[in-house]
């Protein structure tokens, strides 16, 4: 089995926007539940509360573009303690797509943006510096 995640397998959605049958595994990757919305309505497999950034990080980050690159890097170390919990993510999007759902309102600029690359390529935040 390669070890290569292919990218279309790991997709990122708004948790306000509906689920999809090719979502795959529907995984919520923020700290807090998103407002307004019910358990049953959001669908989600797993909530991965320990993948989510920490609460001074996103506090500090602010969704500021012009922090997006330091975010990225914070982000990247929060995440390396946790190896386990990320190869389980991966071994699941080797199998499959895999939805990180996300709750902020800028697109580009947010966390699942950030856990994707890392995902794709841990070494390419690093790159960045």
Known sequence: MSTKIPASHIRIKRA??????????????DRLWPRGIKK???AVD????????STALRQWFGHDPARWQEFRQRYAAELRPHAELLDTLRTLARKGPVTLVYGAHDETHNN???LREFLLAPEAIDANR
């Open 46 to 53: 797993q909530w991965a509360k320990e993948l989510a950034p």
């Open 112 to 114: 699942a943006v950030a």
């Open 40 to 42: 049953e309505s959001l």
């Open 16 to 29: 306000y926007d509906p689920p999809s049958h090719d979502d795959g595994a529907r995984v919520l990757i």
